[in-house]
């Protein structure tokens, strides 16, 4: 048998030979030295050494893990746009920028290239199915370009569609918003889904009723940003338990600043929360909720929120989950005096929520695990030219601490190879990119050069802090006689 590099063609059966395999069943079982064999769309079975159909390609997975496709269930595409920008943003230099300047500004034409590009960087990172939590639709035309975008790049993706130029309960009540909705419900073909993007503030008066029960009438999930500093609180948790509003399909995003009540609400309702670590720890929403979801049951996927701060990849989600929970589970120890000997989260869980967490979210139980009948989201991580790659000794561990996007081999959707031999099939990033340049020049254009920069460097206001005294000095440069002639050579005086 040939191990051929070459990117196999549609319309034959595949397998993928001698990996590591981590099926993400139910039993977590995790197979050595083992094939997935595809067929069409499905996976047909996952076992060591595979009978297969005449005319089966092959593909060499050996010194190589075999994992479903990654699942983001919160990420604002349209800023990808914006990579980077906000690289020293707070959460409220971000509301001030989208929210109150310039987040009207962006045409469809911004949203779509955006949503492209963040589209295919998913697929490049191995995550086959990508929420975005689109909250910057002004028009129906903003939400045409934006599903046009996604629907440009096999992945799948699931448009949750948002407004925050407007209350949820004007764009809601908007007819063309709805025919949208309705016709994206009734495509529903397993590559583009549909979601409802809206805060809830906690107003007593609670004006997202009405959303809500567009949303219920229609069917359809809602994704909503919870428990985030400053922004969305208990309130907002407890007035849509009371309206009846909190369902298995809700998607409660951060979830980090709440009480006990809130989360047993959404445990008692069979929510689940989207974890988006990187965002919390840096944003400002609260302490990632971990500890909370562990306690009290709730199913938990992860996302990575937005690239105009972070990174658009789950290995990096993953990994800061676990550093983050083992950070505070550390310092509540430190705090008592006591040391922690016995970690709580495990590199498996955070895998799990990375993957077969983000389908059940989704209400997807034909996606990620790697099973027979189940889709062919499939990844497989090998690469043979970095010594990084080996040895695999603990497989979970090695997705979450030592792999990275660079590291994805080969990533299938729905049967279909997007990305093979590390490099992107069938997908030129040469458009994409004159796309987001254009976007960018008009951006800059209409914020001002001066808006532009001081946008993406927010001025310090501690940047003349006092250093402190150091009551270890030993050394005085001010007094010659102490002075060495070799500290002048290393000041280079
Ligand atoms: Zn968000």
């Known amino acids: 048998m040939t191990h051929s590099e070459q990117v196999p063609v549609p319309g034959r059966p595949l397998v993928l030979r ?57 990420r604002h595409m349209w800023q990808t746009a914006m990579r980077g920008y906000g690289a020293d943003w707070t959460l409220t230099q971000y509301f001030v920028w989208y929210y109150l300047e310039h987040g009207k500004k962006f045409r469809p034409q911004d949203i779509a290239a955006g949503n492209r590009l963040a589209a295919i960087e998913s697929l490049d990172a191995g995550v086959t199915t990508t929420v975005d939590w689109s909250h910057n639709l002004q028009t129906v035309d903003h939400g045409e370009a934006a599903l046009d975008a996604l629907r440009s790049v096999p992945g799948r993706f699931v448009l949750a569609y948002g407004n925050i130029q407007a209350g949820p309960w004007e764009w809601t009540a908007d007819p063309a918003v709805r025919s949208l909705l309705e016709r994206l419900r009734d495509d ?174 989704l209400g997807r139980d034909d996606i990620g695990s790697l099973e ?33 996007r660079g590291d994805v081999h080969t990533v299938l959707v729905d049967g279909r190879v997007v990305k093979f031999g590390h490099k992107l099939v069938g997908i030129d990033l040469g458009p994409v990119r004159r796309e987001i340049e254009s976007t960018i020049e008009y951006l800059k254009e209409a914020c001002g050069e001066e808006a532009w920069q001081q946008g993406m460097f927010p001025e310090m206001p501690d940047a003349e802090a006092e250093i402190l005294q150091n009551p270890y000095q030993y050394t005085d440069y001010k007094d010659e006689s102490k002075r060495a002639g070799g500290v002048e050579r290393v000041l280079g005086r």
């Open 18 to 74: 001698g990996g590591t395999v981590l099926t993400m069943d139910a039993s977590s079982t995790v197979l050595t030295d083992a094939d997935v064999l595809i067929v069409d769309d499905r996976i047909e079975a996952v076992g060591p050494q595979l009978d297969v159909p005449e005319g089966t390609q092959e593909i060499d997975a050996r010194g190589g893990i075999v994992m479903p496709g990654m699942i983001d269930t919160h």
């Open 188 to 361: 529903a073909d397993g590559r583009m889904g549909v979601q409802i993007a809206f805060d809830v503030t906690g107003d007593p008066s609670f004006p997202e009723k009405a959303a809500f029960e567009v949303a219920r009438e229609l069917s359809i999930p809602v994704t909503t940003h919870a428990g985030v500093w400053g922004a969305t609180n208990d309130d907002g948790i407890r007035l849509m338990h009371e309206n009846g509003f909190m369902t298995p399909e809700t998607v409660y995003v951060h979830a980090s600043t709440l009480t006990r009540d809130s989360y047993q609400r959404i445990a008692a309702t069979g929510g689940s929360i989207s974890v988006a670590t990187e965002s919390e720890c840096s944003a400002g929403q609260g302490h990632a909720p971990t500890e909370q979801v562990l306690q009290y049951g709730i199913p938990v996927s992860l996302s990575v929120d937005t690239s105009v701060w972070w990174s658009g990849d789950m290995f990096s989600a993953m990994r800061a989950t676990l550093n983050a929970d083992r950070m505070a589970q550390h310092m509540d120890a430190h705090l008592k005096g006591d040391t922690i000997t016995h970690l709580r989260l495990r590199a498996q869980h955070v895998v799990e929520w990375a993957t077969r967490g983000g389908a059940h979210a």
């Open 372 to 404: 027979p009948g189940k889709k062919a989201d499939v990844v497989l991580i090998r690469n043979d030219d970095s010594p990084v790659s080996f040895p695999v000794l603990h497989p979970y561990g090695q997705v979450a601490f030592q792999a990275q």
